[in-house]
């Protein structure tokens, strides 16, 4: 089992940048999946992006493909999601969330109930 903590977020104004980073402990988060999600006031969660054990494999919702970035470094158990050019509609509480399984496959990537763990968010708010 993996425990996940999301840090990062915050308050910017439209157009600016936040890191989200999203640490893991409990087992080496070089087994999972990872992915981010999000989830607004009233809103279902929506996938955001998601990567591969290794890394070589990445996928993101087209409302963000261009603007946000997911990376992770297996030596530190740790997964980012870098989001540039933030606009209003990117507010939210943001999720990180491990996905047991062994193989990558974009079509189930962006699946909520793929995802076995989950952190316990991170708030994202944007102003204009």
């Known amino acids: 089992q993996v425990q996940l903590v999301e840090s990062g977020g915050g308050s910017v104004q439209a157009g600016g940048s936040l890191r989200l980073s999203c640490a893991a402990s409990g087992r080496t988060v070089n087994a999972y999946i990872m992915g981010w999600f999000r989830q607004a006031p009233g809103k279902e969660r929506n996938f955001v992006a998601a990567i591969s054990q290794g890394g070589s494999f990445t996928y993101y919702a087209d409302s963000v493909k261009g603007r946000f970035t997911i990376s992770r470094d297996n030596a530190k158990d740790t997964v980012y999601l870098q989001m540039n050019s933030l606009t209003p509609e990117d507010t939210a509480v943001y999720y990180c969330?491990?996905?047991?399984?062994?193989?990558?496959?974009?079509?189930?990537?962006?699946?909520?109930?793929?995802?076995?763990?989950w952190g316990q968010g991170t708030q994202v708010t944007v102003s204009s």
């Open positions: 969330a491990a996905d047991r399984r062994t193989y990558w496959s974009s079509n189930r990537a962006d699946k909520l109930d793929e995802y076995d763990y």
